[in-house]
């Protein structure tokens, strides 16, 4: 009789992406400063924001849920004082029903 492999759960989740939705102060130059050296940092920890390039959003894959305390722990190192943030993981499965929609495209100004 051939030995099996233990039954290990599947969940059908092989990764899991987390996007970061920040609000940052630009009333001062103190805070537009602060708000720049943010976005130096989480391109340098490996935060995306090409995904939604007009938007507040950041967005990272990352390999399971439990690392997810470890990201967000990175984030709060880094964000200002007066900023906001919120981190919200998605499965690989989740993040391919996303559903996109552009507008009608307007015509070109002279």
């Known amino acids: ?3 099996t492999k233990p ?3 599947r969940t059908g989740y092989n990764t899991w992406i987390a996007f970061c939705f920040y ?3 630009y009333d001062t130059p103190a805070a537009c400063k602060a708000a ?3 976005h130096r940092r989480m ?3 490996g935060w995306d924001k090409n995904f939604m390039p007009h938007t507040k959003v950041y967005l990272r894959w990352f390999g399971g849920f439990g690392k997810l ?3 967000h722990t990175e984030v709060m190192s880094i964000v200002p004082p007066d ?3 919120r981190i919200v993981p998605v499965t690989d499965k989740q993040f391919g029903k996303i559903l996109t929609g552009w507008g009608k495209m307007r015509k070109p100004t002279l």
């Open 36 to 38: 720049a050296r943010f």
């Open 43 to 45: 391109k340098k920890i």
């Open 83 to 85: 900023a906001e943030i």
């Open 7 to 9: 039954n290990k759960k």
């Open 69 to 71: 305390e470890k990201l």
């Open 23 to 25: 609000d940052l102060p």
């Open 1 to 3: 009789m051939a030995k």
